[in-house]
């Protein structure tokens, strides 16, 4: 193991201070400050995930969600999704669950880690990760991204990266290589073997104005030449296919692979709203760079038990990778899998096909006692998927709109939908308060909600340059179809 996880470590320093043991094969005092900063940005992503759960979990999983989260803990047994919410599930104690986890991570963005023993440091950072796998165990299907696995993930290994009474152990920084060359090599795997147009050149032709949620650059991005998609598309080949292998070369080779997959990942926050995904990629790439700064004069070795604990979590996680591995060389790869009710290692890919055209859901009420075909409809606005033609999209990411990005795979296919769209159309007739609170915009007064609500499907398509001077207008759209007709709270909901 200590032969292995050397590689593209640039140096081993001996342990320092009194009563120190040599530890030269187990930590890496060069990289002190990578992990310092490792640590605080990852407490950020946290909060962010946090915050987000606190704020939107009433509407989506809540008691009176749409799919309530009682439900599903009675169907579903605790070995198959481990969650405290087994033991006790209400809207009050989730709140305080989520609440408690946003006080966690602030704690852990102020250093508070650093100020404990050894031990409780450990145990400081592993509260979120305990806190974060209950809520994702039973979030369903708003709850069922990558990124959430991801966060899991990485923030598992995150509870063995020590503090500052000792060096971060080499072990654990080879990991977090390994659950970054998963992301992207999974991700270039899955595209080169999904849609052709990857193979050709062309999927960013369609891919900025597809994407789940464009953010306010979108819109240019997509109307860049041609020519300059072909080397978007090829410089991505490169760093998912080619970078990940660079990141167990020593320094500093390492560094530079790292830093370019930082600088794509930028490039994809300037592109659209990918929730936390291109963030928690960037926090995972820190851990390779060998940033200046040193660790203080005098830094103890690790305890025994300490040592103990990191390689047997170590060997424990080699083992489990057998199964990303194997999901990585078969013809028939899966995306953002997990392989363990736990999420200790999973598998990773995004957009293995493009979509060539753009389907949005809209949303509509009346308050007429007799719905009419084209009149007296009033349209619900969301905060990130686009609707209204001349609203330009907002920078939402890291923040992740989860009904934003469901009402996405809703225009994708009604089976998407199926589990809760039903539900959401009922608490639009009831002008329920907290599914409103997920809206831009409700084109009903509180006290007067509408009698009918339906759905229709339009087609949505960038402007062009000329169009966009003549109208203000950044989307047009054309009706393609009747998504849900005219439903009210005594007529069965779809």
Known sequence: MSIIVCIGFCRREGARGKGARDVEWF??????????????????VYLVAFLGAALQFRALIGERGMLPVSRYVARVPFRRAPSVFHFRCSDRFFAAW??????????????????????GGMLLWLVPWVLYLSIVNVGQTWYGF???????????????????????????????????????????????????????????????????????????????????????????????????????TPQPVATAAAALMIVTQLWLVLSGNFAWLNWITIVLAVPALALPGTAPDAVPGAPLWYEIVVLAVAALLVFLSHGPVRNM?????????????????????????????RYEVVVEGTADPAPRKDEGWLEYEFRGKPGDLR???????PYHLRLDWMMWFAALSPAYADPWFGG???????NDRDTL??????????????????????????????????????????????????????????
């Open 424 to 430: 959401f159309v009922e608490r639009l007739l009831e």
């Open 27 to 44: 930590t890496a005092s060069e990289y002190w400050t990578s992990r310092l900063v490792f640590q605080r940005a990852l407490a950020v």
């Open 437 to 494: 609170r997920l809206l831009r915009h409700c084109p009903f007064p509180p006290d007067a909600p509408p009698r009918y609500v339906r759905a229709r499907l339009y087609r949505y398509r960038y402007t062009t340059w000329r169009e966009l001077r003549t109208t203000g207008a950044c989307w047009e759209r054309t009706y393609v179809r009747e998504y849900l007709p005219p439903t009210r709270l005594d007529s069965p909901a779809r």
């Open 391 to 397: 609203r330009w999209p907002r920078q939402f990411a």
């Open 146 to 248: 990558g990124w959430e696995s991801l966060l899991l993930e990485t923030g598992f290994l995150a509870v063995f990266l020590g503090n500052d009474e000792i060096a971060p152990p080499v072990v654990v920084l080879f990991l977090l290589r390994w659950i970054l060359f998963r992301v992207e090599f999974g991700a270039g795997l899955i595209k080169m073997r999904g849609d052709a147009c990857w193979r050709e050149l062309t999927c960013l032709d369609y891919h900025h104005e597809t994407q789940p949620m464009p953010g306010p650059l979108s819109w240019f991005f997509h109307h860049l030449p041609k020519p300059f998609h072909r080397a978007e598309v090829a410089a991505n080949h490169v760093t998912q296919l080619v970078l990940p292998f660079l990141l167990f």
């Open 98 to 119: 989520a609440w408690t986890g946003c006080a966690v991570s602030l704690a852990l963005v102020a250093g508070l880690d650093n100020q404990l023993p050894l031990w």
């Open 329 to 357: 060389l078969s013809r028939r790869q899966s995306m953002n899998r997990s392989f363990d009710p736990l999420h200790l290692v999973n598998t990773y890919g995004a957009f293995g096909s493009v979509s060539r055209t």
